[in-house]
């Protein structure tokens, strides 16, 4: 008996062992794989794999051992630690500036420059041998991000500041994708001159994985902003900082310098189309996760907070148009109204359904939501009991038919003011086949079409009316498309003739700027990009 209970013992403690060796076994296993999920949020970790170091022209640049995704606070950190390194490190001034090459990753043609000191009357210029020069005025800091090299280049930057200036050679590698840097140039009639800034190609022939490239008055490709898996649909600024959708569920804010500061996660939505500032919070266009319809509901970002809250879902406010609405055949999700725009008046939106070719005014959106009215052709709301919201039409013209950009202007008083839009003049409703395009004369398909236009319709509420008080011509583009006022000028973009033009206050071309894509590009604004430089 004594010796079966020493046997008993030996294997039960025999068991302990093997089951003490297992544990600290899927110990290392489960420590090991939490390291390797977590080590690109570790900063130690990114301190070790990450360097500066410096270029046979003098210019530093970030070498990594790893694929670290620049969408990570912890590497933003990192970096902005290693930079004040360096500053530390010499005595750097105009004749000697700190120049280190995307070092936050953000603007694949941007450098970070550090003077040590401020000097007045700061400008710098940009020369390269078969382009045109690119200069501006900078402010009173003692370092930018500066912008405007060309790629695969050899760049001379001119720094200049009175009777002094100190030039170095710069050779920016290329960006990896295949895009124009040099777009085709047309010239129009009017000899007015361009405004000031860069256009912004946004959605560059493909919705998804899209960067955002940024364009000179010369047709010079002078920035890239790079972006993880979505497109971008617009860039919201807000004193030295910028706001941009980086994938469909997150949007950064970005500094001056290119420094991410703060990602927001949009937690249980994917943004599209458009999004637009309210005081504190962004106001997006949203899809919610897992529902059965897709481009009809609208969210807050509280950028204190974080906080993501719904905010107006269109099946509540127009359920008849809904209801109207058939899931086409091999369609999974239901896009019976398709909000592609929205636009602030105050507390309430202005927004635009491509799918029911309708401006839609929406009162109150923060806390009770209804549709005050809608403007669009009788014959789009037979059927319902919406046509009490209808305005009525002063004039003879086509209504607006899938329509973009439906942006708000301020007119003579709180009732009456200007709605202006991208009029695609395209006839399509998908969800519901079997509307007559009867009162739509001269509307295009898909493919062709004659013209489309810039619109601009008054609205007063008063009289509960619109009319159209200007039009233009501009190229053919069945969906994507906008159009923004710049100072005096107009700044339009027709996606799928891939081209984009700026006219003058009467309405006459000043140049047209043609790219190169398989598809199109989603939209194209002109900004000026002033907290780089100021």
Same mark, same amino acid.
């Given at each position: ?30 420590? %090991? ?31 990594? &051992? ?11 950190? $990192? ?14 001034? +105009?004749?000697?500036?700190?120049? $280190? ?6 603007? =694949? ?12 009357? +700061? ?9 045109? &020069? ?24 001119? +720094? ?7 030039? @170095? ?78 994938? *469909? ?19 249980? %939505? ?47 406010? !127009? ?43 929406? =009162? ?24 009490? +919201? ?28 200007? !709605? ?31 013209? *489309?236009? @810039? ?25 994507? =498309?906008?159009?923004?006022?710049? &100072? ?10 891939? =081209? ?35």
């Amino acid at each position: 008996m004594e010796k079966i209970r020493k046997n008993k013992k030996k294997i039960i403690v025999g068991f302990g062992i093997i089951i003490l060796i297992g544990a600290i076994i899927f110990g290392i296993f489960k420590f %090991y794989e939490h390291y390797e999920a977590t080590k690109f949020e570790n900063e130690r970790w990114l301190k070790r794999h990450i360097n500066l170091e410096e270029n046979s022209e003098g210019i530093f640049e970030v070498k990594t &051992d790893e694929d670290i995704d620049i969408f990570n606070l912890a590497y933003q950190n $990192v970096i902005e630690n290693k930079i004040e390194e360096l500053k530390g490190s010499d005595d750097y001034s +105009l004749e000697k500036p700190l120049i $280190v090459y995307n070092p936050y990753g953000t603007g =694949s043609l941007s450098y970070y420059v550090y003077l040590g000191n401020s000097y007045d009357d +700061l400008s710098y210029e940009i020369t390269t041998d078969g382009y045109a &020069d690119y200069t501006h005025d900078l402010g009173d800091d003692d370092e930018y991000q500066l912008v405007g090299f060309v790629p695969d280049e050899v760049n001379t930057l001119t +720094l200049k500041t009175g009777d002094d200036k100190e030039s @170095f050679r710069i050779t920016t590698p290329d960006i990896k994708e295949d895009v124009d840097v040099t777009l085709d140039r047309l010239n129009g009639e009017s000899k007015e001159e361009l405004t000031d800034g860069l256009y912004a190609v946004l959605g560059h022939d493909k919705n998804y994985e899209a960067n955002i490239y940024l364009y000179d008055n010369a047709g010079v490709l002078r920035n890239e902003l790079v972006l993880d898996s979505y497109r971008a649909d617009r860039i919201i600024f807000d004193g030295d900082y910028m706001y941009y959708p980086y994938n *469909s569920k997150g949007i950064v804010k970005v500094n001056r310098l290119g420094q991410v500061v703060q990602m927001y996660d949009l937690d249980g %939505y994917s943004m599209h189309h458009d999004m637009i500032l309210d005081d504190n919070k962004l106001v997006i266009l949203a899809d919610e996760d897992d529902a059965e319809t897709k481009e009809d509901v609208i969210v807050t970002l509280d950028l204190d907070s974080g906080e993501v809250k719904k905010v107006v879902d269109m099946k509540d406010l !127009l359920p008849e148009l809904y209801e109207k609405a058939s899931l086409p055949e091999d369609y999974e999700t239901l896009d019976w109204i398709h909000l592609n725009c929205l636009s602030l008046k105050g507390n309430d939106l202005i927004l635009s359904s491509r799918e029911l070719s309708t401006i839609i005014y929406v =009162s109150d959106y923060e806390t009770k939501p209804q549709v005050k009215y809608l403007i669009t052709d009788e014959s789009m709301l037979e059927g319902t009991s919406y046509a009490e +919201l209808l305005y009525d039409k002063i004039g003879d013209f086509v209504s607006n038919a899938g329509q973009h950009a439906v942006t708000y202007i301020k007119g003579e008083n709180d009732f009456e003011y200007y !709605l202006i839009m991208f009029n695609n003049n395209y006839a399509s409703i998908v969800t519901r086949p079997d509307f007559e395009w009867t009162n739509y004369p001269g509307t295009g398909s898909y493919e062709e079409g004659d013209t *489309s236009y @810039f619109y601009m319709y008054k609205i007063n509420e008063k009289d509960k009316t619109y009319e159209l008080v200007d039009s233009i011509d501009v190229p053919y583009s069945s969906i994507v =498309s906008s159009v923004q006022f710049i &100072d005096d000028n107009l700044v339009v973009g027709s996606g799928m003739d891939n =081209s984009f033009g700026e006219y003058d206050e009467d309405g006459d071309l000043i140049v047209q700027f043609n790219y190169g894509a398989k598809k199109y590009a989603y939209r194209v604004f002109k900004y000026t990009f002033d907290n780089w430089f100021e």
